[in-house]
């Protein structure tokens, strides 16, 4: 367990008999993009209260649940399920809700999302060059004035454009999932994401979530974590970096207790102020939990 507090910024819940809701990666014989086989995390459901369950040793203070559903008619129907979970648990403490931006509902869709108390955000997860669509920006560019934190999925190719939109939006809040999702391990593919990521951190309006790094390690270890998560710190700073477990996908490679407990040992030389704000007061301020 680690000593700290932590602020969960990344899970997912789901309930695969909820006829309201869809999960297209969690059908049978549906492919997850990068992991070969996710089985054994596709149960009939995950609600808040299994994730509590799981999690009720590890100093888990706070959560943000990011979209999982895909492929239902209307996204507001996550959100409103995940609302009922925080009133009656408390958790989900913010709930990154699903707007397709690009579409002429998209006004209309955040305003129904903000009808519940915990929306603190908006993803869309695509893996296209939607970064450049000005259809998607239009709508992108309607979060700032709700207060909308846009949770990016990006990688390396792409962290210019994210950029871009930072720079052309600076009042808006970005935040670069799963450390920009480095796909491959090799010491060149480092050193293109080194350097894309130390731009992009250069642009003052965006955090990073270190999470998801174990998609691409399957068997990682502290120390073929350390230097993706060094540099996110680095680049960004500890008052820009928060951390996650993108839990319950986290499971296929460990245990809940031993990925915080990675977090933890990896940031244990920084100062107190610094390692509280990366587990839990930045995440706070930033998505205002």
């Not at 931006?101 to 603190?120: G, K, S, T, W, Y």
């Amino acid at each position: 367990m680690a000593d700290l507090p932590f602020i969960d910024t990344h899970v997912h819940f789901y309930d695969l008999e909820n006829p309201r809701l869809r999960y297209d990666l969690l059908k049978p014989g549906a492919q997850h993009e990068i992991i070969e086989d996710i089985r054994a995390i596709k149960a009939l459901r995950y609600w808040a209260d299994d994730w509590l369950a799981e999690t009720r040793f590890a100093n888990v203070s706070k959560s943000i649940h990011v979209q999982c559903a895909g492929g239902i008619p209307d996204p507001v129907e996550e959100t409103r399920w995940l609302q009922s979970f925080a009133d009656r648990l408390g958790h989900p403490h913010g709930i990154v809700a699903e707007v397709h931006l690009a579409e002429p509902d998209a006004a209309e869709i955040i305003e129904r999302h903000l009808e519940f108390a915990n929306v603190r955000g908006v993803r869309e997860y695509r893996d296209d060059d939607y970064l450049r669509d000005p259809a998607w920006e239009r709508g992108f560019s309607l979060l700032e004035s709700h207060g909308l934190v846009s949770c990016l999925h990006a990688k390396p190719e792409t962290y210019r454009d994210v950029k871009r939109l930072a720079e052309e939006y600076p009042g808006m809040r970005l935040c670069l999932d799963h450390a920009g999702f480095p796909r491959a391990r090799d010491d060149e593919y480092f050193e293109l994401w080194r350097r894309e990521i130390t731009d992009l951190a250069e642009a003052q309006n965006v955090i990073v979530k270190v999470s998801g790094l174990d998609i691409c390690d399957p068997r990682w270890t502290i120390d073929s974590l350390r230097p993706w998560v060094m540099t996110c710190i680095e680049a960004f700073g500890p008052e820009r970096t928060i951390f996650a477990s993108n839990w319950p996908f986290g499971r296929l490679f460990a245990s809940y207790p031993d990925v915080i407990g990675a977090w933890a040992t990896l940031i244990e030389d920084f100062s107190l102020d610094e390692r509280t704000a990366m587990f839990s007061a930045n995440a706070e301020r930033y998505f205002r939990i």
